[in-house]
């Protein structure tokens, strides 16, 4: 049986390959979210679902 993935909402913390940790903003739908680092709110980017899984895994 598969494994259900967790859901990505704005509770969902990960951190980077440089260390930083980010924080979802928005749910943009079809997979992608606006993220913001969590020290500086100013700086946001765009992740996919797919991205912020492997980041969590340590990948």
């Not at 993220?35 to 996919?48: K, M």
Request: hydrophobic share 35%; net charge positive.
């Amino acid at each position: 049986m598969a494994q259900q993935s967790a859901t990505i909402d704005s509770k969902t913390r990960w951190q980077d390959k440089k260390g930083r940790t980010w924080r979802v903003i928005e749910n943009l739908h079809f997979g992608r979210y606006l993220c913001a680092l969590e020290d500086r709110p100013a700086l946001s980017g765009y992740w996919t679902s797919k991205d912020i899984r492997a980041a969590m895994a340590g990948g």
